[in-house]
């Protein structure tokens, strides 16, 4: 018997990643009370360029009942272990943030204070050596391995690369085995309740009324619901990341497939390259008070590793968030909630966070006030904790141009402020609640980028010289000896049936 409050029709406007996201973890988890239906025009493009992802799409993709190999293989994707930053220091530097744990911890003190140590004494090896994730990474090996056999060190921690255009197109039909109702038209205008203001049904182009008790805006920059019509402000962000501007545009795959995501920094912002089993995504992130369109294409194009496929397109942009992603019966995912430039890929998993928060707070008809208010402190933390970690790749930066001088001597924000006092004077990071970024990828982002602390932790004094010597060593060979024995990247995927297109092997 349905109970006389509960929501039984949600309405999600706009397809793409976000919205398919949207519709298949709700029918998946919702599907036996309430009906979905998704309102899209293919004539609306999408921005699409959400190709690079964290670990945890992992459980989004386990919730939406996606099975791992056919995954791979419908949306042409690759392995990534983590993200290779070139020129983000000073111009020859070069580190990558790997996902998962590095090293072993010992006592209560983190491996990474014994690194600090062993670094000062001239024994250390680089940092990623100290990880099978990082060893691979480096040989251009990929492989689902959970643990080093005989050891307690960690496995392989990945995400993945993946067509977004074919992610949401997988999605799509997934779903819609789940009963959900797509509908293709252009929303005309929104009928709302007088005394509510809730919407209550998207009037479409050609005389379609799409009712519904819940709203989900997926409409991208344009928020046509909840910033158009239910009137939830934007907070500006630029002066914190001044880039508005990223041109994209997709190659041919050189002769490798590195199974990690690159960040290539240039004179006024940084270029990405995202490897895929038929292609490679570029983009180049720039600020225009600092360069030209023209500019920021030509630099694209003169740093791709393929023949583009395609023309370059622009995509201008804010960075920031709607304070109220939730307001009234509408709550927002995806660009219309905000950006956050794709620099460590949380905008996929912004939308999967949002998910989750909306199901965890899923009210009745009445759309609580309070369950708004809570989603929408909730979510502020999440942007606002991935937007400082954001802000410290661009302000410890030794770069001399104008624009990196301008990032590295700006004010940020005290909560970013006090983590780098923090770090400075101790070595020590400490993760708020529960931030995305932990304190091992907040160490490999500042030491990478020659932000140094003046001391380590007195507790990796327990060790004798000669003893931390060991204790490093073993871990480097159990993880060499580990990492000898992987498969090339390439050689992952097409013993899963998903071979890769590449320069050598092309027809």
């Not at 919205?19 to 004539?43: D, N």
């Not at 624009?403 to 004010?411: G, L």
Request: charged share 25%; proline share 4%; with cysteine.
């Amino acid at each position: 018997m349905t109970k006389p409050n509960r929501i039984q029709r949600l309405t999600i406007l706009g397809g793409g990643t976000a919205g398919w996201m949207a519709a298949i973890a709700f029918a998946r988890v919702l599907g036996h009370q309430v009906k979905v239906t998704l309102v899209e025009s293919e004539a609306i493009g999408t921005v699409g360029v959400g190709e690079a992802t964290i670990p945890p799409i992992k459980i989004f993709n386990q919730l939406a009942g996606l099975e791992e190999d056919e995954f791979l293989r419908q949306t042409k994707a690759s392995l990534k272990l983590g993200i290779e930053f070139s020129g983000w220091g000073g111009a020859d530097d070069r580190y990558i943030h790997l996902f998962g744990n590095v090293g072993q911890s010992l006592g209560l003190s983190e491996f990474f204070q014994y690194w600090l140590r062993a670094r000062e004494e001239g024994i250390a090896k680089d940092f990623d050596l100290y990880s099978l994730t990082g060893a691979a990474a480096r040989a251009g090996k990929a492989e689902r391995a959970t643990g080093i056999r005989g050891s307690k060190l960690e496995g392989i921690t990945y995400a993945f690369h993946f067509d977004a255009g074919l992610y949401a197109r997988y999605l799509r039909s997934e779903a819609e085995k789940l009963g959900v109702d797509r509908i293709e038209g252009k929303v005309a205008g929104v009928e709302r309740d007088a005394e509510t203001g809730f919407v209550t049904a998207l009037k479409l182009e050609d005389g379609q009324q799409v009712g519904g008790e819940f709203f989900i805006d997926c409409s991208g920059f344009r928020a046509l619901l909840i910033g158009e019509e239910m009137g939830s402000a934007y907070s500006d962000w630029t002066h914190w990341l001044p880039c508005n501007r990223a041109v994209a545009v997709p190659c041919e795959n050189g002769a490798k497939l590195r199974p990690f995501t690159q960040s290539i920094a240039h004179k006024a912002g940084w270029q990405w390259r995202i490897p895929l089993q038929h292609r490679t995504g570029n983009g180049h992130v720039f600020s225009s008070a600092h360069m030209s369109e023209d500019e920021a294409t030509q630099i694209l194009l003169d740093n791709l590793e393929g023949e583009p496929i395609g023309d370059p397109r622009v995509i201008r942009f804010t960075t920031g968030m709607r304070p109220e992603m939730w307001k009234g019966n509408v709550a927002a995912l995806g660009l219309a909630s905000g950006f956050l430039e794709p620099l460590e890929s949380t905008s996929i998993h912004l939308i999967q966070v949002g998910i989750s928060k909306l199901m965890s707070l899923w009210p009745d008809t009445a759309c609580d006030p309070a369950l708004a208010a809570e989603y929408n402190r909730k979510m502020a933390f999440e942007y606002e904790s991935v937007r400082d970690f954001i802000i410290a790749h661009y302000h410890v930066n030794q770069r001399p141009e104008p624009f990196w001088r301008q990032v590295a001597t700006m004010d940020v924000p005290d909560s970013l402020q006090r983590k780098l006092d923090v770090f400075k004077s101790s070595g020590k990071i400490y993760r708020d609640h529960d931030e995305l970024f932990t304190e091992i990828g907040w160490f490999q982002v500042l030491m990478g980028q020659n932000f140094t602390p003046e001391r380590y932790h007195p507790l990796a004094d327990r060790l004798s010289r000669d003893q931390l010597a060991g204790f490093l060593g073993n871990i480097e060979q159990i993880v060499g000896k580990a990492a000898d024995q992987l498969p090339s990247h390439e050689d992952f995927l097409a013993s899963i049936g998903a071979p890769p297109t590449l320069k050598e092997t092309a027809a």
